[in-house]
């Protein structure tokens, strides 16, 4: 190994250079310099990289509420910023998988999914994904910020279940490289671990809110599975839209959820 240049990070291969390789690729964050990023197995770090997303959107929010920002305009904003900050990568692959689902004839499903081109299911998919967020988020009070940390940490365990549990139909693509390099269960696990976690972080400094902890745990966890799982029975498996497809319904559905409470 060369040695380390001054101001250098040092990389290994492991988890420091995988999680470089995850904020770059599911991120439009740059790494700082000396940080050699990692590509393979970067799969299962993607809830750290949610973690890293919903705290730095839960700060915005903070900040902007500070500055006296009506609920709804901050909530458009904080949504907008985290579609900016992925570079639309999930909502990208919403949008394509509502097209193909729209399809009637199996056959033709990935054909139009990996047309470049959004058709009218896909652009209704992405409005409503993007119209419920701002929605329910302005109706969030108390515990808002932990219900948007844990709904993009949920999300994106979403994806690690779709990638471990289900097979990838495409010979090629973004999401055939988390595939081949997948390693079920220690997986899931990471991801799943950091979810409790952050749910029993929320559970012993806002005992309040114990109920909205426990919907939220609940939703996360049947969310991350059902909707992999749903997408699985109609398409025979999973693409790289699909995993976006995952992270972005997912979250929906526990923003949505959270205001139940």
């Known amino acids: 190994m060369p040695p380390t240049q001054p101001g250098e990070i040092t990389a290994r291969p492991g988890w420091f250079a995988r999680l470089g390789g995850s904020i770059l690729f ?3 964050l ?17 809830p750290v990289v949610g973690l890293g997303l919903g705290i730095a959107l839960v700060t915005v929010d903070w ?9 709804l305009t901050r909530s458009a904003l904080v949504v907008g910023l985290g ?28 054909a139009v999914m990996g047309d470049s081109y959004s058709g009218a299911f896909g652009v209704m998919a992405a409005i409503a994904i993007l119209g419920l967020k701002t929605l329910a988020l302005a109706e969030l009070g ?7 940390v844990a709904a993009m940490v949920w999300g994106r365990w979403g994806q690690v279940v779709a990638i471990a549990r289900y097979p990838y139909l495409r010979a090629e693509g973004k999401g055939a490289l988390h595939r081949e390099h997948r390693r079920s269960p220690q997986d899931w696990l ?15 400094l ?16 049947g969310g991350a599975l059902a909707i992999p799982a749903w997408l699985h029975s109609r398409l025979g498996g999973h693409t790289g839209d699909t995993y976006g497809a995952t992270v972005e319904w997912t979250e929906t559905l526990l923003l949505c959820l959270a205001t139940l409470a």
């Open 26 to 28: 599911y991120t439009k």
């Open 30 to 46: 740059p790494l700082p310099p000396g940080w050699q990023p990692r590509f393979e197995g970067i799969a299962p770090l993607a």
């Open 63 to 71: 900040a902007l509420d500070q500055l006296g920002m009506p609920a």
């Open 83 to 110: 579609v900016w900050l992925t570079g639309g990568l999930h909502l990208d692959g919403a949008m394509d998988t509502a097209d193909g689902l729209a399809v009637m004839d199996p056959q033709r499903r990935l």
């Open 142 to 148: 108390a515990g808002r910020g932990w219900v948007l």
């Open 190 to 204: 990471l991801g799943l671990g950091l979810a409790l976690g952050l749910h029993g972080l929320w559970a012993w």
């Open 206 to 221: 806002q005992l309040g809110q114990l109920p909205l902890v426990g919907l939220i745990g609940l939703g996360g966890l």
